[in-house]
Structure formats: C-alpha cells, structure tokens
T-cell receptor, first 118, second 112 residues
Framework: GAVVSQHPSWVICKSGTSVKIECRSL??????MFWYRQFPKQSLMLMAT?????????EQGVEKDKFLINHASLTLSTLTVTSAHPEDSSFYIC??????????????FGSGTRLTVV | GENVGLHLPTLSVQEGDNSIINCAYS??????FIWYKQESGKGPQFIID?????DKRQGQRVTVLLNKTVKHLSLQIAATQPGDSAVYFC???????????FGTGTRLKVLA
C-alpha cells in the first residue's frame, strides 16, 4: 500500500535555529501534500497545502515566512521551521494524496515529527 | 480553528465490550467522512470511511454510522481489544476540496 516516510521522527533544536522536516511518498506520486500541527491532547490542525511545482497555500493564521514549504518533486515535500522558538514545539505530521487515489481514505499520513525547541 | 484549546475526552471500556465513539461534524456540505486511529507518537491510520449517500458501513469489527440530519458520526468497535487503545479522530471533507477537517478526537482506553 501507499507509504509516506517522514524524517526525522524527533528533533531537538536550540531557539533561533531552523529545522527541516522531510515528507516522502515511497511508492506513489503525491500531487498534493498537507502539513499538520498537533499540540498535546489536541486534534490535527491543517497548516498548509503543498502542491508539486507551485507555492504552498497556507491556512489563516499560519506564518508563511516561519513555516517554509517546498514541494520540489512528486515524492518530496519539506517543511522548514525558521528561527524556531519554544512555542513552535509541537508534533508535525504530513499527509500525501496520490495521483491515482489509491490510499485508503484518500491520503496517507507520515509518522510525524516531534519538534522540541529549547 | 474549531479545535483550538480543546482537550481529548476519554472513553474507558472493558476488554471484550463494544465501544462507541461519537463525532459531531461541522459542515453540512461535507460528503465524505473518515475515521482515523492515532497511537501515541505516530501519524493517523485509516480505519473506515463513509460517503454521505450511505447511513452505515461495516468493516472488520468496526462500523461507522452517519446521521446527516444532526451532523453526527459514530464509530462502533466490536469486542474491543487492548490494541484498540488509541486516540480516534473523525475527519470530514467535501467534493471540490482536498482539505480534511479533523474533529476533536476521543481517547479510547481498554481496561483488562
């Protein structure tokens, strides 16, 4: 079945540095990828929609310059948290929609990245 | 967003009993609904889905019921097992958009 690999699974960084999270579709081409943020004991909040070869569409309230998204190929999208601060600490999850819509539920989710900013 | 600041309700059930997890969705135009299971530190896993032209759909040990009149979705898990312990989210979407909106979530605890 469709598999999405997200890396790293966890990262600790110092305040002020930038962190890149990768989301790869391993056995399918992902025309659209989504980035979510999840705080402890809360639901998934959509941050942005990433389309291959075009600029990401950000949800209201999400800072474009802080959360840089690049979807350079049909199998890779990256989220870069720039100048990270402790309030950016969260669980970040990507999901991918395959062009043939083979994923159950339409999308396959990555395993998430736990970001801790100290 | 509709989920900001909310904390997960918890449902505790005895092993072997049936579980019913409820979800109220927000958009009357939504026509596709999905239940996901999320274990600690992992991404959501697909459980079952249903389209708005159906009221009920069954899978292996799971059943989803949809009541469009009151915008309510439920997930029934038969003979709940310890491995079912997780957080369960419903998600809604509608034709013409790729966005999924996730519900609050419910933590299911299976008691031995």
């Amino acid at each position: 079945g469709a598999v999405v690999s997200q890396h790293p699974s966890w990262v600790i960084c110092k305040s002020g540095t930038s962190v890149k999270i990768e989301c790869r579709s391993l056995d399918f081409q992902a025309t659209t990828m989504f980035w979510y943020r999840q705080f402890p004991k809360q639901s998934l909040m959509l941050m942005a929609t990433s389309n291959e070869g075009s600029k990401a569409t950000y949800e209201q309230g999400v800072e474009k310059d802080k959360f840089l998204i690049n979807h350079a190929s049909l199998t890779l999208s990256t989220l870069t948290v720039t100048s990270a601060h402790p309030e950016d600490s969260s669980f970040y999850i990507c999901s991918a929609r395959d062009a043939l819509f083979l994923s159950l539920g339409g999308y396959t989710f990555g395993s998430g990245t736990r970001l801790t900013v100290v | 967003g509709e989920n900001v600041g909310l904390h997960l309700p918890t449902l505790s059930v005895q092993e072997g009993d049936n579980s019913i997890i409820n979800c109220a969705y927000s958009n009357s135009a939504s026509d596709y609904f999905i239940w996901y299971k999320q274990e600690s530190g992992k991404g959501p896993q697909f459980i079952i889905d249903i389209r708005s032209n159906m009221d009920k759909r069954q899978g292996q040990r799971v059943t989803v019921l949809l009541n469009k009149t009151v915008k309510h979705l439920s997930l029934q898990i038969a003979a709940t097992q310890p491995g079912d312990s997780a957080v369960y989210f419903c998600a809604e979407t509608y034709s013409g958009t790729y966005k999924y909106i996730f519900g609050t979530g419910t933590r299911l605890k299976v008691l031995a």
